[in-house]
C-alpha cells in the first residue's frame, strides 16, 4: 500500500487546514488508517484514527474537540481536518494503514506515508 499525504502548509493560530491522504495498491477499505504527526526533536506521536468503517474513531487528548478525522472508501481516501490550529501544532503529519483495530500505537501501523508539513504561526 502506498500513501501519498497532502494539504499542509502554514497558517495563523485559530485557523483551520484540511489534510488528504490518497492510498493506491492496497485494500482501502480493509484497514484502520490513523494520522501520526511529528514535531523537531520530539518523537511521532499519535493523533487520530480511524476504522475500516469509519464507525469508530479515536483522537488524542490534545487535539479532541479541534481535529476531525474520516475517510471515503470510494475515493481510497482519508481526511484530518485541523480546526482551531495552535502554534503547538505545528510538525510534519503522517498518514499509516494498520491491519489491527483502531489503534494509538505506531507500531500496529503496517504502511506510512511521506508526511505533509503544517506549521502553525502565534
Known amino acids: 500500500v502506498q500513501l501519498q499525504a497532502y494539504g499542509g502548509g502554514w497558517v495563523q493560530a485559530g485557523g483551520s487546514l484540511r489534510l488528504s491522504c490518497v492510498a493506491s495498491g492496497g485494500t482501502f477499505s480493509s484497514y484502520t488508517m490513523g494520522w501520526f504527526r511529528q514535531a523537531p526533536g520530539k518523537e511521532r506521536e499519535f493523533v487520530a484514527a480511524?476504522?475500516?468503517?469509519?464507525?469508530?474513531?479515536n483522537s488524542a487528548d490534545s487535539v479532541k474537540g479541534r481535529f476531525i478525522i474520516s475517510r471515503d472508501n470510494a475515493k481510497n481516501t482519508v481526511y484530518l481536518q485541523m480546526n482551531s490550529l495552535k502554534p503547538e501544532d505545528t510538525a510534519v503529519y503522517h498518514c499509516?494503514?494498520?491491519?489491527?483495530?483502531?489503534?494509538?500505537?505506531?507500531?500496529?501501523?503496517?504502511?506510512w506515508g511521506q508526511g505533509t508539513q503544517v506549521t502553525v504561526s502565534s
Open positions: 480511524i476504522s475500516w468503517s469509519g464507525v469508530r474513531t
Open positions: 499509516a494503514a494498520s491491519r489491527d483495530a483502531t489503534t494509538r500505537a505506531k507500531a500496529e501501523y503496517d504502511y
